[in-house]
T-cell receptor
Framework: DQQVKQNSPSLSVQEGRISILNCDYTNSMFDYFLWYKKYPAEGPTFLISISSIKDKNEDGRFTVFLNKSAKHLSLHIVPSQPGDSAVYFCAAKETSGSRLTFGEGTQLTVNP | GAGVSQTPSNKVTEKGKYVELRCDPISGHTALYWYRQSLGQGPEFLIY????????DSGLPNDRFFAVRPEGSVSTLKIQRTERGDSAVYLC????????????FGSGTRLTVV
């Protein structure tokens, strides 16, 4: 069963506009959420995270929103830049665990 | 080194053979993780080490898979009697402490079983 789901395999936006990447989860025991970015032939790179006690976390151009009642989180990138083009993974951790459960990823392409 | 180092970067092996994949974590990082990423999927947890001990190995798919970290730094993932379904990118990650979840991944080892 897929506990973390990213329903959009790909997203294309214009440079300077906002990119919104979405993620849904089913496990109520998840209490910490992360976004990773991955370039080809490289490992995933940690981008931003949010604890379940918050509903928003911001870091420069990146903001993560968490809606616990809907079991939904999103990553906003504004303004988008061509260098943001990568695969973005949503991940979640259970309260008592140490492992991360990842979504399938969304390929973001930012066009100049 | 500055990052997590994984060797080899690519490994092609015949079905039924034994392989070892190596991970050098960031110096001083006590937590070490192995994940596996199949094509079109996100990374899937295999095993977590805290120091020398495997604190959680519940993600290992079967007893053909085994991992060690004898001195609390370098780790080796061992796969016996490889099968074509084992083909994937094997990722290693480390973090300073167990509580740091935005951990650093290596570039991975791409394993192809033919």
């Amino acid at each position: 069963d897929q506990q973390v789901k990213q329903n959009s395999p790909s997203l294309s936006v214009q440079e300077g506009r906002i990119s919104i990447l979405n993620c849904d989860y089913t496990n109520s025991m998840f209490d910490y959420f992360l976004w990773y970015k991955k370039y080809p032939a490289e490992g995933p790179t940690f981008l931003i995270s949010i604890s379940s006690i918050k509903d928003k976390n911001e870091d420069g151009r990146f903001t993560v929103f968490l809606n616990k009642s809907a079991k939904h989180l999103s990553l906003h990138i504004v303004p988008s830049q061509p260098g943001d083009s990568a695969v973005y993974f949503c991940a979640a951790k259970e309260t008592s665990g140490s492992r991360l459960t990842f979504g399938e990823g969304t390929q973001l392409t930012v066009n100049p | 080194g500055a990052g997590v180092s994984q060797t080899p970067s690519n490994k092609v092996t015949e079905k039924g053979k034994y392989v070892e994949l190596r991970c050098d974590p960031i110096s001083g990082h006590t937590a070490l993780y192995w994940y596996r990423q199949s094509l079109g999927q996100g990374p899937e947890f295999l095993i977590y080490f805290q120091g020398t001990g495997a604190a959680d190995d519940s993600g290992l798919p079967n007893d053909r898979f085994f991992a060690v970290r004898p001195e609390g730094s370098v780790s080796t993932l061992k796969i016996q009697r490889t099968e074509r379904g084992d083909s994937a990118v094997y990722l290693c990650a480390s973090s300073l402490t167990r509580a740091e979840y935005g951990y650093t991944f290596g570039s991975g080892t791409r394993l192809t079983v033919v």
